[in-house]
Nanobody
């Protein structure tokens, strides 16, 4: 079973930054395409970003393009999501998962962790 552990969320003011981490437990992260999705109360799940196995391809949802950067360090078995210029509408629980990349983010394929809460508020 694939186990992901997300961390790095918190409360930040609009315009601020956060860096989320996704640690893989019990398997090698480089075997999989990885992505981040978010879920806010009352909203549909949104695939935020996706990265190929060796970082050659990254995709982003239009809502975060230019503000978020996905990366991975396979040697550390960890993926990251750097979030800059945060907006209140970015408030959600963020999850990392095995992903299928699309032109605008991607789709989770199952196996995600407990998520990390990001709250953007003044």
């Amino acid at each position: 079973q694939l186990l992901f552990v997300e961390s790095g969320g918190g409360l930040v003011q609009p315009g601020g930054s956060l860096r989320l981490s996704c640690a893989a437990s019990g398997f090698s992260l480089d075997n999989y395409v990885i992505g981040w999705f978010r879920q806010a109360p009352g909203k549909e799940r949104e695939g935020v970003s996706c990265i190929s196995r060796y970082s050659g391809t990254t995709t982003y949802a239009d809502s975060v393009k230019g503000r978020f950067t996905i990366s991975r360090d396979n040697a550390k078995n960890t993926a990251y999501l750097q979030m800059n210029s945060l907006k209140p509408e970015d408030t959600a629980v963020y999850y990392c998962a095995r992903f299928a990349c699309t032109e605008r983010g991607g789709v989770p394929l199952g196996y995600w962790g407990q998520g990390t809460q990001v709250t953007v508020s003044s």
